[in-house]
């Protein structure tokens, strides 16, 4: 008898990350969240740069599709902060701005300014401008005295100098800053947009959100409890840290692991007229006293209310505080 010749295949070994990609797209009946260890991990592995692209787009796609749980945001803050070398800096509020806005100015530029002159020290982050047509705040910063930093040393003197500092997410986290760059390649939006507003990476006494998708609010408010971080988790206007005047407001907060919401209702009795376009200059002339008028008025001074309650204090002290620092502000740029 012939021996028959058999060749041997070796079979390539599986990625280590391709576990995490199968949880999330084995069908309808085998998919499941990842736990947030599992979470971890992952994201840890992306931030290492131990993920190939192509696993790097579906996993970004599965979870788009599938919505992230408040374990998996948990889990993916936990890997970032693991890796972070951010110093230990006083910081009251972690102020995310990423979305930006298409229908009004960024009104939450001006409370923001006006609460750090009253001693609120605030740290803003932002991604850049990733979608056409909107307002970003990276690009307005200047025209109205606010630090742009491009280091952790800066955003300290800023905090000390005037109580507010911006810093862009590709100077402290690029990893995060590239995933956001894919959406014009993956035509949509990522987890990690959602992602960059839980992260207070200088550990805020506060933490205020601005997700705009009904659903995700809750969603997020649970991740910050699950992470022991105070939080307050709002729909704001296009979604940025802004309350509508216009419109009712839900917050949705947690406080020492104990998580409560809140209404607030609408300020204006009848929806102002969107304007024709948008001049950043207007932002200057309503800080100056220049023009009065009553949208930014109302927004900005709502914004600050909601800081200051993130900060502790009752709604109505929030507003009454708000309108006192919003009166007695320094209106030179």
């Not at 309808?28 to 787009?57: H, I, P």
């Not at 408040?70 to 693991?82: D, H, S, W």
């Not at 649970?222 to 802004?242: M, P, R, T, W």
């Amino acid at each position: 008898m012939t021996d028959y010749p058999v060749l041997t295949l070796e079979t390539p070994a599986e990625h280590p990350f391709a576990q995490f990609v199968r949880i999330l797209g084995k069908g309808k009946r085998g998919a499941r969240d990842l736990t947030r260890e599992e979470a971890r991990e992952a994201m840890g592995m992306v931030l290492d740069d131990k993920v190939e692209d192509t696993q790097l787009g579906a996993f970004l796609m599965l979870l788009r599709h599938k919505e992230e749980s408040a374990e998996e945001m948990a889990g993916f803050t936990e890997a970032l902060r693991q890796r972070l070398q951010a110093p230990q800096l006083h910081v009251d509020l972690d102020w995310p701005t990423y979305a930006g806005k298409k229908r009004h100015l960024p009104w939450y530029l001006l409370a923001a300014k006006c609460l750090a002159q009253n001693g609120v020290r605030i740290f803003m982050h932002g991604g850049g401008a990733h979608t056409a047509g909107r307002m970003y705040s990276e690009q307005l910063l200047q025209g109205l005295s606010i630090p742009l930093c491009r280091n952790w040393q800066q955003v300290g003197a800023a905090l000390d100098n005037g109580g507010l500092a911006f810093m862009p997410l590709v100077d402290w986290a690029p990893q995060l800053q590239r995933m956001i760059d894919l959406r014009n390649t993956l035509g949509l939006r990522s987890p990690i947009h959602s992602l960059t507003r839980i992260l207070n990476p200088l550990g805020a006494r506060c933490g205020l959100q601005s997700i705009f998708h009904p659903g995700y609010q809750a969603v997020h408010r649970d991740a910050s409890g699950l992470l022991g971080d105070n939080a307050i988790v709002v729909k704001g206007d296009g979604g940025e840290i802004e309350i509508n005047p216009d419109a009712d407001s839900h917050l949705y907060g947690t406080t020492g692991g104990v998580s409560w919401d809140e209404e607030w209702p609408q300020m204006s009795s009848q929806r102002h007229v969107k304007p024709a376009a948008l001049d950043p200059g207007h932002l200057q002339a309503v800080w100056r006293g220049d023009v009065v008028d009553s949208y930014p008025q109302m927004a900005l001074i709502a914004t600050m209310a909601l800081a200051l309650r993130g900060l502790g204090q009752p709604r109505e002290q929030a507003f009454e505080t708000a309108r006192q620092y919003w009166e007695a502000r320094d209106r030179s740029i």
